[in-house]
Nanobody, 128 residues
Framework: QVQLVESGGGLVQAGGSLRLSCAAS????????????AGWFRQAPGKEREFVAG????????SYADSVKGRFTISRDNAKNTVWLQMNSLKPEDTAVYYC?????????????????WGQGTQVTVSS
């Protein structure tokens, strides 16, 4: 099993930046990085969980939701078993619990049910 742990959330003013981290650990982590597509999702109160960004295991392909394109950047370092989400120019509508997720596949999916592992989430609050 692989465990994912997010960190880096917090309270920030509109226009500010945050960098979220997702660290993987567990018995199978040695093979985790080579076979997984990593994604970030978010869920605001009363709303469904939505795809934010994703990256292939080799970093060659990245995907972003239209709402975050040009503001958020996803990256990963397989040697460190870590995925990051750099969030710039934050807006109040970015306020949500952010989750990292992983699936054993090369390509990504915007559907949460297609992911095999999830972190516990980290709160991001953007004040106006």
């Amino acid at each position: 099993q692989v465990q994912l742990v997010e960190s880096g959330g917090g309270l920030v003013q509109a226009g500010g930046s945050l960098r979220l981290s997702c660290a993987a650990s567990g018995r199978t982590v040695s093979s985790y990085a080579m076979g997984t597509y990593a994604g970030w999702f978010r869920q605001a109160p009363g709303k469904e969980r939505e795809f934010v960004a994703g990256i292939t295991w080799n970093g060659n392909s990245k995907s972003y939701a239209d709402s975050v394109k040009g503001r958020f950047t996803i990256s990963r370092d397989n040697a460190k078993n870590t995925v990051w989400l750099q969030m710039n120019s934050l807006k109040p509508e970015d306020t949500a619990v952010y989750y990292c997720a992983a699936r054993y596949a090369y390509s990504g999916s915007p559907s949460p049910e297609r992911y095999d592992y999830w972190g516990q989430g980290t709160q991001v609050t953007v004040s106006s």
